[in-house]
């Protein structure tokens, strides 16, 4: 049985790799440009950067999740590992914010009046639910793609930058598709 394999173009891969970044990157720029100048020891600057960084993890997320799933299919698995690692530690780093975020909640509880209360519990809910929304998706991107990492070893090796065709048999026996 003959393998169908496509050879998708190097500077086509370039490209979808440069698209991800872009999509991780200018959305950070975005945050930190929003966020200046830091005012670490003001409780109201910090509730109010946490709460907006939640605003601007999906499509970072997103970024990330297309350079993997990229790096899954074209078998590049030492991307495809920093990019896990890279998803573990960012979901450690939310949980931390949502940690900070949460004492920050209880100090400026008893420094607002009780009309604005409401808002800044409604607030400070709905980052929280942002951040844990993110904390799982990093968390099951990392986790998952450690394991098609270690899959992606596993596999018979092909020539570089050669993708079977969905359906193709591969050495081991097994299909890609199934």
Known sequence: MRERTFRPPVLGIAAAYFFCFMLVFWPIVDFFSNALPFQ???VEWRYAAVGLMGSYLITPI????????????????VLLRFLSVLC?????????????????????????PPEGIPSLRTGGLIAEMKHLSGVVAV?????????????????????KGVVPAPGAALKSGTTLGR
């Open 62 to 77: 997103m970024g990330v999740a297309f350079a993997m799933l990229l790096a899954s299919l074209l078998r590049h698995r």
């Open 40 to 42: 670490l020891g003001r």
């Open 139 to 159: 968390s099951l991107f990392g986790l998952g793609g450690w394991q098609a990492s270690r899959r992606v070893a596993e596999q018979a090796p092909t020539p």
């Open 88 to 112: 573990l530690l960012g979901a450690a780093f939310l949980l931390l914010a949502m940690v900070s975020l949460g004492l920050d909640v209880i100090q400026l509880w008893r420094l607002s």
